[in-house]
């Protein structure tokens, strides 16, 4: 069975880091883009960054930019979301999802129809 499971969310203060992990079973992660999406309560779904399946491109979304690092390690079949100087309104829940449709160069994080496997989540409050 195809799953991803999302790791690392937790409590933080502003200005703290986390490391998500977005790990792989049953599957390979080798050719597929991954990207990472959270909701906040009463929020729609956005998308938050994504890494094509070679690794070469990543997309952030303009609120992220210069504080979240998106990278892979397919030896590992795990994919990371390194979240620097949180602020509150990142809190959310975060989902990671596998693009198996994008070219091996290409992610697409600002729509959500590439993407069909997706994780459970993992939340991430931040707060003082």
């Known amino acids: 069975q195809l799953a991803l499971v999302e790791s690392g969310g937790g409590l933080v203060q502003p200005g703290g880091s986390l490391r998500l992990s977005c790990a792989a079973s049953g599957f390979s992660l080798d050719y597929y883009a991954i990207g990472w999406f959270r909701q906040a309560p009463g929020k729609e779904r956005e998308g938050v960054s994504c890494?094509?399946?070679?690794?070469?491109?990543?997309n952030y979304a303009d609120s992220v930019k210069g504080r979240f690092t998106i990278s892979r390690d397919n030896a590992k079949n795990t994919v990371f979301l390194q979240m620097n100087n949180l602020k509150p309104e990142d809190a959310a829940t975060y989902y990671c999802a596998s693009d198996r449709w994008s070219n091996y160069h290409n992610c697409r994080h600002y729509t959500e129809a590439p993407y069909d496997v997706w994780g459970q989540g993992t939340q991430v409050t931040v707060s003082s």
């Open positions: 890494i094509s399946s070679s690794g070469g491109s990543t």
